[in-house]
């Protein structure tokens, strides 16, 4: 069993590059499965839901070699729905994303029921209505999801809830469809819009992605033969972003898009942390002082990012009075308070309401991983912590943070993996 050793207390400066978007790269991969033909993905984060995906993809019969260090290259020409992937795409939540783009390419698509972080109830509702609604009909039984259509044809589609992975799926299997499929009320997150710009690329018609409502006019076909970079992963700079003010630090966040990540600079701002954004591509954040206390709602973009709430968690614990995160889009995200209250932390959680009243610091102790944000936070907890930490359960945060330790080490952090 591997954990990770950190000694703390020492606050984190220099600069750090961020890695392609995790939630961008596995909604592209299986986008992919739409091209009668071979494209190329660049900056893809070299994690371990990337390697499964390519695994996933293999499955189906796709050629995907990696071709850079964090290039991939994908013949797709000779693709199905075969059920040799039920086991793999259970183990992982994106891999519902091979439903849309199966669908749309050979009419039939099946995965196991997917996994992924415990948050709470994951509902798929929204998916499948939006499938039927292009006239596919949805099988949920014996532990997979099965759809198959005759033809889908393009139709309008509210969603109750603007999910990230509706809309994507939708978005999927409407491409390939006959006329023009209407998504009111989508998710507006960065990688909706990367989804759809590396569509378009590939020879997609798809507009308004990012806005209130997104326009799919069908394509016979999308023939590739183009290379598409994956958008920076607007998640990971805001980790680093918080560990800055976390341990009254100084972080350079390189290769990343300050507008994507305004409702995280607005909150550092309100608790007396300082950011530069003004070279457009980078973005600078320190802090000299104790982080004032705060209200926080978790809310869909452009709101602050319920995958961010466990990381503000962490600064909010160590924070100058009472605060409190209401946490509303996942039922259960509060399971890292457990962990932060063995290091010294006075939180109280119950439902979807969490209340920290802030202490002076936080101490070492041996905690657990939780699911990938819940461990990207404990980082940030142990490098601001007085002495040793041990952070335990650590394929969590290797599903979705590329060279994690590195990156922390390059800042100052006394952090080692070691096997048990
Ligand atoms: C994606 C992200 C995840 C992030 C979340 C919210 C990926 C791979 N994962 O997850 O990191 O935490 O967005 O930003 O991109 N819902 C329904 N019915 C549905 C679908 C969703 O009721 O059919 C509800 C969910 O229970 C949740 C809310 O909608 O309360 C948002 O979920 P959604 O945006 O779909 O999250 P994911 O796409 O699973």
Redesign the pocket.
């Known amino acids: 069993m591997e954990k990770f050793i950190v000694k703390g207390g020492t606050p984190l400066k220099g600069e750090v590059k961020i890695s392609g978007a995790?939630?961008a790269a596995?909604?592209i991969l299986p986008a992919a499965l739409l091209i009668d033909g071979v494209c190329t993905i660049d900056n893809i984060p070299n994690i371990s839901d990337i390697r499964l995906y390519i695994d996933i993809l293999r499955s189906f019969g796709a050629k995907v070699e990696w071709t850079g260090q964090h290039e991939i290259t994908l013949d797709t020409r000779n693709v199905c729905a075969s059920d040799k992937s039920l086991e793999l795409t259970r183990k992982f939540?994106?891999s519902y994303y091979s439903l849309g783009s199966l669908l749309g390419r050979c009419k039939m698509a099946q995965v196991g029921i997917p996994g992924?972080?415990n948050?709470?109830?994951?509902?798929?509702?929204?998916?499948?209505?939006g499938f039927e609604a292009l006239g596919a009909t949805v099988d949920v039984s014996h532990g997979k999801i099965v759809a198959t259509a005759d033809k889908l044809v393009g139709t309008s589609i509210y969603l109750?809830?603007?999910?990230?992975?509706?809309?994507?799926n939708v978005m999927l299997a409407a491409v390939l469809a006959k006329g023009t499929t209407i998504i009111d009320n989508p998710?507006k997150?960065p990688?909706i819009v990367d989804v759809a710009n590396f569509l378009n690329t590939m020879g997609a018609d798809i507009r308004g992605a990012g806005t209130d409502v997104i326009k799919i006019h069908g394509v016979k076909k999308l023939s590739g033969g183009k290379t598409y970079s994956v958008v920076p992963d607007q998640?990971e700079a805001g980790t680093f972003m918080l560990a800055a003010v976390a341990t009254k630090g100084d972080i350079t966040i390189k290769n990343c898009i300050p507008e994507h990540l305004e409702s995280v600079t607005a909150k550092i701002i309100e608790m007396g942390g300082n950011i530069d954004d003004s070279k457009g591509d980078e973005i600078r954040v320190w802090c000299n002082q104790r982080p004032s206390k705060l209200t926080i709602k978790t809310l869909?973009?452009p709101g602050f990012?319920?995958?961010l709430q466990p990381q503000i968690g962490v600064v909010l614990s160590v924070a100058d009075g009472t605060s409190i995160i209401n946490e509303s889009?996942?039922?259960s995200r509060f399971q890292y308070t457990v962990e932060l209250n063995k290091m010294g932390a006075q939180i109280t959680a119950q439902g979807q309401t969490a209340i920290f009243e802030g202490v002076e610091s936080l101490y070492g102790a041996p905690v657990y991983t939780t699911d990938?944000?819940a461990g990207a936070a404990l980082i940030i907890a142990a490098c601001m912590a007085q002495g040793t930490t041990e952070i335990y359960n650590l394929s969590h945060i290797d599903r979705g943070y590329e060279n994690i330790e590195d990156k922390f080490r390059a800042l100052g952090a006394n952090i080692e993996r070691v096997t048990e």
């Open positions: 995790k939630n596995v909604a939540r994106a992924g972080c948050l709470g109830a994951r509902p798929i509702d929204l998916h499948i209505k109750d809830i603007p999910s990230v992975g509706a809309t994507i998710a997150e990688h998640i869909p973009y990012p319920t995958d889009i996942w039922e990938l944000r």
